[in-house]
Each structure stands twice: as C-alpha cells, then as structure tokens.
C-alpha cells in the first residue's frame, strides 16, 4: 500500500502511516515526511487523494493552541466530512458543533524536546461551516477553545445541505 500512495520525498518518516479513520468506501491515513510535511490520504481499493503539506511543518506553538490541518470529504471514510486537527500543548478532551459531542480519535503524537503535539481525526456530519468548541487540558488545568472551520457560518446560504456550529 505504501508504494501506492506515499513514495519519494513524501514517503513516511520512521513512525509510517496513523490510521484517521476507517470506512466502507475507504480508509484516511495521516504521516509525518523525513522532513516533517504532514500528509493525509484517501484510500480504497480504486481509487486513492493524498496530499502533502509544501513547507514543514515542524514548529510547535510556544502556547497551547488548536490548529486546523485537513478539512473535507476526502479526508473521511465514510460519507461524511474530516477534519485532522493539531493541538500543540495540550490534550482535547472533547469537541462539539453546538450542542453535538463529536468523536474525536488521537491519531499521533509528535514530540519534541519540549513539547508534544497530538494530531486528532474528526468525523463531521457532511459539509460543515461555523466554530467548533473544545475543552482541552493543559498544565495549568481544563479550558474550554474554539476552532473556526474552513467556512464561516455566514458564508452558507440556506438549502445547500451544509451542517452549521455556533
């Protein structure tokens, strides 16, 4: 399977692929490169989207702080939407779209010196807009986060079938 999505300069580092998320339509793989792209891919049988980050991505917050780093149907096994976040510093203890806990997997853990940054996978109801909230765990204790998506809630028209966080 290796062969057939990651090779080259965009073959795994040593800790090879985490599993995101599994499926009947495919499975979501997420890597770390040699030299330190994170990658994502789609995977099936017939058919496979991987892409890779163009810089590194080797530089853990000073703070804790949530990043997003893939959204999108590619990025999900099933018939939903992905999403693969970072949280630098800190641990999610959950994460909801308004009033709706979402399943949140821990994908990796990416250490450094001083720091850890833990990638998680989140498995969204189709198209989603608007902010997610976290609660995250620090050093100092538990604390509650937002995390705006790729589209603004204001910038869904009704009827297209996009799910909206506030």
């Known amino acids: 399977m290796l062969d057939k999505i990651a090779k080259g300069d965009d073959a795994p580092d040593r800790a090879g692929l985490s599993l995101v998320s599994v499926g009947p339509?495919?499975?979501?793989?997420?890597?770390?490169?040699?030299?330190?792209?994170?990658?994502?891919?789609?995977?099936?049988?017939?058919?496979?989207?991987?892409?890779?980050?163009?810089?590194?991505?080797?530089?853990i917050s000073s703070v804790p702080t949530l990043d997003r780093l893939r959204e999108g149907d590619v990025y999900s096994a099933r018939s939903a939407y992905?999403?693969?976040i970072a949280a630098d510093r800190e641990t999610v203890g959950s994460l909801s779209c308004g009033d709706e806990l979402l399943v949140v997997r821990r994908v990796r853990d990416i250490?450094?010196?001083?720091?850890?940054?833990?990638?998680?996978?989140?498995?969204?109801?189709?198209?989603?807009?608007?902010?997610?909230?976290?609660?995250?765990?620090?050093?100092?204790?538990?604390h509650t986060q937002t995390l705006p998506l790729g589209t603004k809630a204001d910038e869904v028209t009704a009827g297209h079938g996009?799910?909206?966080?506030?």
């Open 82 to 84: 992905g999403l693969i």
């Open 25 to 59: 339509r495919g499975t979501v793989f997420f890597w770390v490169t040699a030299d330190t792209r994170y990658c994502a891919v789609f995977y099936a049988e017939t058919a496979s989207a991987s892409s890779c980050s163009t810089t590194p991505d080797d530089v």
């Open 111 to 142: 250490e450094t010196e001083d720091a850890t940054r833990t990638i998680y996978g989140v498995e969204l109801d189709g198209p989603t807009a608007g902010t997610l909230r976290a609660e995250v765990v620090r050093a100092d204790g538990r």
């Open 162 to 166: 996009w799910h909206v966080c506030a």
